[in-house]
């Protein structure tokens, strides 16, 4: 895939003209004041039927589950590449192009709202759907695919972030016949104000086990439940359109139907990693539409702003900013190109593959940003130039999903093991 086909490129317009339409004029209440994104989102999901295609895949994989089959065998990649004709993507690759699209024109604005979304449906919903049992799955799983529901995953805590699964405190107690007790603080959870579902992340309380390899168990929790507390939203320093909280958990009380899957033996360390793999791609997408926006804005600003009598793309250094930002551009793209291709071809990236895409893209994103300011000048620094909120939202892209710092220790790990 070396462009966007011409049918990605009607979705992305008919998606970009509902950004400026529908978003755009409510930014100032999204970024600064009180206005949650659910209701936006949920309008984004009816008018391009994604709720409705969320319903049939749901649907499909239930029927598939009653009906006692497995997932459809995975295919080579050679077998798809006879299919699939020279330079487009099939079917998987569409249909990962058609996720990563309204990821990037979203960004271009609200990259909050792709993070309050990703979050909810991706992060909340996804766990649902590949942890949990049938039962599960029709209890919570659909009304999280489609937003009907709003998510929040909650693993981080005060005392451990990177470290989220060795410094982990919070706690499940097995109940005398049967079920848990549950006890723990969470932070900076995203939706946490307003999640209607919950997954809590903890360890089982093991006697005799050093705290750092007892059992990560996962539990849906609804809200309203006696013991939980979801804090107001947390004020930080950009992506305001996502709101962020914390939760407290004080002796609540779960029945074994609330354990994902609803047994202690699931393997999740290993699936909160496929969790994180997925986390980082989406997250080249979100730098792709933050660096797309910036240039943008910076090209139009460098033609406008007259400086010494001169258009200030006039100037050399302007110019290899703009250069930067372009090759930027180009690179992160390539990235969002080749993951969907890797997705068309029925493979998933390894964690280093997913580690090294995120962490040049939120540098990149950040960079970019940072100098979009800097072309704007005083402008920049001020509100009123929507730089000045892209620069604030880059930031997050090196902070959440892992940090930089650990995606260096996780491609070095990986290339150090092979
Ligand atoms: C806006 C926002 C939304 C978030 N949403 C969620 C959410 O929905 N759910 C959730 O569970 N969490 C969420 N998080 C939490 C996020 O995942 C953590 O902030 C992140 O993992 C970093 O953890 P920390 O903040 O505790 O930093 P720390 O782990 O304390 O790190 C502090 C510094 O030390 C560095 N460091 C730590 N360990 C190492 C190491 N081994 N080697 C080198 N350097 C190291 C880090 O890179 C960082 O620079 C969110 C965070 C933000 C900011």
């Not at 598939?64 to 487009?88: D, I």
């Not at 109940?175 to 997954?199: Q, R, S, V, W």
């Not at 903890?202 to 750092?212: A, D, H, I, N, T």
């Amino acid at each position: 895939m070396i462009e966007w086909s011409e049918q990605h490129l009607m979705i992305r317009d008919a998606v970009r003209r509902f950004v400026e339409a529908e978003i755009v004029p409510n930014l100032e209440e999204l970024e600064h004041g009180d206005m949650p994104p659910y209701d936006l989102l949920r309008k984004l999901f009816a008018t391009f039927g994604m709720d409705e295609m969320a319903r049939s895949r749901f649907e499909r994989e239930i029927a598939r589950e009653k009906a006692g089959e497995a997932k459809a065998p995975k295919t080579s990649s050679s077998e798809e590449e006879e299919l699939v004709p020279r330079g487009r993507v099939g079917a998987k690759g569409d249909a990962a192009a058609m996720t990563m699209i309204p990821i990037i024109e979203l960004c271009r604005y609200c990259p909050g709202m792709v993070t309050a979304m990703g979050v909810s449906m991706g992060l909340t919903g996804g766990a649902v759907m590949s942890k949990g049992t049938l039962a599960q799955k029709e209890r919570w799983g659909l009304d999280l695919l489609t937003l009907d529901k709003i998510g929040a995953w909650a693993i981080t805590e005060p005392g451990s972030g990177s470290d989220a699964f060795g410094g982990m405190k919070s706690s499940a107690r097995r109940k005398e016949g049967g079920g848990y007790i549950l006890n723990g603080n969470k932070t900076f959870i995203t939706n946490g104000p307003h999640a209607d579902t919950i997954i809590f992340i903890c360890k089982l309380e093991e006697e005799g086990v050093p705290m750092r390899e007892r059992k990560i168990l996962n539990f849906v929790l609804d809200r309203g439940m006696k013991g939980l507390v979801q804090s107001k939203a947390m004020r930080k320093m950009g992506l305001h359109s996502s709101p962020t909280g914390e939760l407290f958990l004080s002796d609540v009380e779960v029945e074994t139907d609330r354990l994902l899957g609803e047994s202690e033996e699931q393997p999740s360390r290993a699936g909160a990693k496929e969790t994180f793999s997925t986390e980082r791609s989406g997250v080249a997408a979100m730098a792709l539409g933050i660096v797309e926006r910036c240039l943008e804005l910076s090209v139009k600003y460098a033609k406008e702003r007259v400086q010494f009598e001169r258009p200030i793309g006039e100037f050399q250094l302007v110019q290899l900013k703009l250069a930067k930002m372009e090759v930027a551009r180009t690179n992160i793209q390539n990235l969002v190109f080749r993951h969907i291709e890797l997705v068309d071809c029925g493979r998933r990236p390894t964690l280093a593959e997913s580690s090294a895409m995120k962490l040049y893209s939120a540098q990149a994103a950040m960079e970019v940003a940072l100098e979009a300011v800097q072309i704007y000048g005083g402008n920049g620094y001020m509100s009123e130039y929507q730089v000045e909120q892209l620069c604030r939202d880059a930031k997050v892209l090196q902070i959440y999903a892992g940090t930089d710092e650990i995606q260096v220790s996780s491609i070095a790990r990986d290339l150090l093991a092979g």
